[in-house]
């Protein structure tokens, strides 16, 4: 079974901080992914990752950064987290050969309340 | 830009048929997914149409009308455990990159 995990289940940070979240995937997936949940609004695509040192801006990626430095490892950065930043966040897997039909392998999401 | 439009909830009862809509409105349409979440769970894949038509998986069933921009996961045997929120997802090509665009989810609920 793919198997993805996230660094926390549930943080709680102040304003201005600087936060890490941390997904790590153990299928050899290349393709990563971050999306943030809020009520309402659904998943919204944050950045994604095709490989190793690859990156692309998602549809809400003002405020974050992300690096992928092992295929494994897709973390996304807060670079100072603000008020609006408290979110469910979900990281997500796929291989390739699964992209065409979107299977994608998400893990149990970090809820994240800045304060 | 994208737009997907779902209902926001459904009620149905234990062993009935529930069919959950899906419109969207995008370029570059590629193809359409489903996903069940649980209250505190990670969205688990469902199904995947590209093409016109039905496809079946067990007890649940995925529709698309390309033509239609519309599209429908069917739930039949209804249990209580498939009270779940359930996501569209569209696929599409834009920019040079594949991109997925999730609709805002309907929450069913599956009574006795």
């Known amino acids: 079974d793919v198997k993805v995990t996230q660094s926390s289940r549930y943080l709680v940070k102040r304003t201005g901080e600087k936060v890490f979240l941390e997904c790590v995937q153990d299928m050899d997936h290349e393709n990563m992914f971050w999306y943030r949940q809020d009520p309402g609004l659904g998943l919204r695509l944050i950045y994604f990752s095709y490989d190793v040192k690859m990156k692309e801006k998602g549809d809400i990626p003002e405020g974050y950064s992300v690096s992928r430095e092992k295929k494994e490892r897709f973390s996304l950065i807060l670079e100072s987290a603000s008020t609006n930043q408290t979110s469910m966040y979900l990281c997500?897997?796929?291989?390739?050969?699964?992209?065409?039909?979107?299977?994608?392998?998400f893990g149990p999401g970090t809820r994240l309340t800045v304060l | 830009g994208q737009s997907l439009e779902q209902p926001s909830e459904v009620t149905a009862v234990e062993g009935a048929i529930v069919q959950i809509n899906c419109t969207y409105q995008?370029?570059?349409?590629?193809?359409l997914s489903w996903y069940q979440q649980h209250d505190g769970g990670a969205p688990t894949f469902l199904s995947y149409?590209?093409?016109?038509g039905l496809e079946e998986t067990g007890r649940f069933s995925s529709f698309l009308s390309r033509s239609d921009s519309y599209g429908y996961l069917l739930l039949q045997e209804l249990q209580m455990k498939d009270s779940a929120s359930y996501f569209c997802?569209?696929?599409?090509?834009?920019?040079?990159?594949?991109?997925?665009?999730f609709g805002t989810g309907t929450k069913l609920q599956v009574i006795p």
């Open positions: 995008t370029s570059g349409f590629y193809g």
């Open positions: 997500a897997s796929r291989s390739p050969e699964a992209a065409s039909t979107d299977t994608q392998y």
């Open positions: 149409n590209a093409l016109d």
């Open positions: 997802a569209v696929r599409s090509y834009s920019g040079g990159y594949q991109k997925v665009t």
